[in-house]
């Protein structure tokens, strides 16, 4: 099997089904903006909110281009040792595999940097936008995601509210309801609502982390507060195998499914 450094997986995602990582970062530690208490890849070593290339689209477009052709796939999904966003030629990546490849492209992103135009004009070429939002506030933002110093909750709202409004394709809120916010979950659904965005993700963390998941009687009562929004929740999905190119490599930069 060829062993490849910027993509990775195929792995099975409750929200995305057979999903193709791609590491639009892909360096050893983890860059991100925020340190999120939860993360299953670990703890943030360099913070970082600047966007700058990071590795080449030729370089992500060969790798691509490499896989067989009967590859089964439902997405492929730019994720993985970081934020996303971080990678300032994310758009041309995306640009590029859709020349190579026809599955749909996700970017599941922190939406840190939602704000920034120039964030929001790469995003707008994906099929499906997966936004978190773990809070109703400045200070549980700051208790859960732990972002780097220049964020402000604020404005990662004003920005999803303003690409929601532009943005045609499939979008979602990612809730991860730990121990920290399950009692703001009634003012996050407000906040969830208040958005315009039709579809959330109701998450607990099932890998390997810092954070228990919550049991599931307390998340069903959290999910039922989501009345008249499309929901896709944690506990509801079936964990299907999917065999990893590298699985070492899969666990590095998905997580560890503890389960």
């Not at 791609?22 to 939860?38: E, H």
């Not at 990612?174 to 009634?186: C, E, P």
């Not at 065999?243 to 997580?255: L, T, V, W, Y």
């Amino acid at each position: 099997m060829k062993k490849f450094k910027y993509i990775y997986g195929p792995v099975y995602s409750w929200r995305l089904g057979r999903s193709l990582g791609v590491d639009p970062l892909s360096q050893t530690d983890k860059i991100c903006t925020f340190d999120c208490s939860y993360c299953q890849i670990g703890e943030t070593k360099l913070f970082n909110s600047g966007r700058k290339v990071f590795i080449s689209t030729e370089a992500v477009a060969k790798e691509i281009a490499a896989l067989p052709k009967n590859a089964k796939m439902d997405y492929i999904t730019f994720s993985g040792n970081g934020e996303p966003t971080l990678a300032r030629n994310l758009g041309d990546m995306i640009k590029r595999i859709r020349k190579i490849r026809k599955e749909k492209i996700a970017v599941i992103t922190n939406a840190s940097l939602i704000n920034k135009s120039d964030v929001q004009d790469d995003l707008l070429l994906a099929d499906f936008v997966l936004l978190k939002l773990d809070a109703n506030a400045e200070d549980l933002f700051r208790e859960i995601n732990r972002p780097d110093p220049g964020i402000r909750f604020g404005d990662v709202v004003k920005g999803i509210k303003r690409f929601s409004e532009i943005y045609k394709g499939r979008l979602a809120l990612q809730i991860m309801f730990v121990g920290k916010n399950k009692t703001y979950a009634k003012e996050i659904v407000k906040m969830a609502q208040k958005l315009g965005i039709k579809e959330v993700q109701i998450n607990t963390p099932l890998r390997e982390c810092a954070e228990k998941s919550l049991p599931k009687p307390e998340m069903d009562i959290i999910r039922r507060y989501f009345k008249g929004m499309s929901v896709n929740y944690v506990y509801w999905a079936k964990k299907k195998p999917v065999k990893a190119m590298d699985k070492e490599d899969a666990d590095r930069r998905h997580g560890k499914d503890k389960r």
